[in-house]
């Protein structure tokens, strides 16, 4: 007898005890939902952080600024949020600040976006977030240049000759896609000179910039 069974028997033992026999079928779907819940439960415990958020490191601009971080936003759809929000814009796109507050060992990432609220507290200038946020980005680099089709290969179950295959075959100018190695919010890596140097060792001098969401901005390189 294997644990599910085991503990379906149980069931049918607990319900019978307290006058309420229930039917095998019936013991099963109960035992199914105490296994995801005892399973979410796991999740949680593994993924929950194991270092609790101290506010005072977001609300002392000496300490917050070393982990500033930007976000480019489309400035059209986000024109009522950018009200509330220090920000810069760049063509069609507008730069948000955030503070990460992720902690060591965290499975996903934490922040907490900057308003105009923020650096009154602060008291400090966009300029000053702007100087910070290049300064964070530069130093700690973590921009990831790779190209179009290495992308959709670590998104597929495609092999790699399959994919060196399609390499060859393909007939279409080079792409390339910019991003940072957690694959998040990595569009703004444009604004990082040394990420755009890398690019232009690796593409050439002549490529296009074109954002194609929060997450990367793709590179395709000029045919002329």
Same mark, same amino acid.
């Given at each position: 007898? /294997?644990d ?5 028997? !149980?069931? #049918? !033992? ?12 019936? @013991?099963e ?15 949680y415990?593994?993924? !929950?952080?194991?270092?609790? &958020? ?20 489309n ?13 810069? /814009? ?7 600040? &955030? ?10 990432? @934490?922040?907490?976006?900057? %308003?105009?609220?923020? =650096?009154?507290?602060? /008291?400090? %200038?966009?300029?000053d ?7 964070? #980005? ?9 190209? =179009?089709?290495?992308?959709l ?16 075959? #393909?007939? +279409? +100018?080079? #792409?390339?896609?910019?991003? /940072?190695?957690? !694959?998040?919010?990595? *569009? ?6 040394? @990420? +755009?140097?890398? @690019?232009a060792? %690796? =593409?050439?001098?002549? &490529? ?8 990367? %901005?793709?590179?395709?390189?000029? *045919?002329?």
């Amino acid at each position: 007898m /294997n644990d599910f069974d085991k503990l379906v028997d !149980k069931i #049918m !033992k607990e319900f019978a005890s307290e006058g309420e026999p229930v039917t095998r079928e019936e @013991a099963e779907e109960i035992a199914k939902l105490e296994v995801k819940a005892k399973a979410n439960d796991k999740r949680y415990e593994q993924s !929950k952080p194991k270092e609790n &958020f101290n506010v005072s490191e977001f609300l002392d601009y000496s300490i917050a600024c070393h982990n500033l971080k930007g976000r480019l936003v489309n400035t059209e759809k986000n024109r009522e949020l950018l009200k509330e929000l220090p920000h810069r /814009n760049f063509f069609d796109l507008s730069l948000i600040y &955030f503070v990460d507050v992720t902690r060591d060992g965290d499975l996903g990432c @934490a922040s907490i976006r900057v %308003t105009n609220d923020h =650096i009154k507290m602060w /008291n400090v %200038t966009e300029e000053d977030l702007y100087r910070q946020f290049k300064e964070n #980005m530069e130093q700690d680099d973590r921009s990831k240049l790779q190209s =179009i089709i290495d992308v959709l290969a670590e998104g597929t179950s495609c092999l790699q000759g399959e994919m060196d295959e399609v390499r060859e075959n #393909m007939c +279409m +100018m080079p #792409m390339y896609v910019l991003s /940072n190695t957690r !694959k998040l919010d990595g *569009a703004v890596e444009i604004l990082n000179n040394r @990420a +755009m140097e890398k @690019a232009a060792e %690796t =593409i050439g001098d002549d &490529f296009y910039i074109l954002p194609s969401s929060i997450h990367e %901005t793709i590179l395709p390189v000029s *045919a002329a």
